[in-house]
């Protein structure tokens, strides 16, 4: 499920989308993480651009979110999945993100 299609199932059903399985958890960071530049400019998938696009806006559209970039991480090989090095690099960005994102 996409982001805006996640968003907007929580929505419908009254929910904060920081929170779509109802935990309470409004207050906590929703992160994630772009698509690899690689993948998003390989042909492989047609809707990749937009999807990277909405994961790019999200924070700017929903409260405490937070969005971690790709930029410049490499793939393993297959055009499709990061590398080793890079997932490293992605969960270091992801940290920070939500460093960020959950400071008063």
Do not use: I, W
């Amino acid at each position: 499920m996409g982001p805006r299609r996640a968003e907007s199932a929580a929505k419908a059903k009254g929910r904060d989308p920081r929170d779509p399985v109802g935990c309470g958890a409004a207050a906590t960071c929703y992160n994630r993480g772009r698509l690899g530049e690689f993948y998003v400019h390989s042909g492989k998938a047609p809707y990749a651009e937009t999807v990277d696009a909405a994961l790019r806006d999200l924070p700017q559209r929903v409260e405490n979110t937070a969005c971690a970039s790709a930029e410049g991480l490499d793939h393993r090989g297959d055009v499709v999945h990061f590398g080793a090095d890079a997932l490293r690099e992605l969960g270091k960005r992801y940290a920070a993100e939500m460093s960020r994102s959950t400071k008063p």
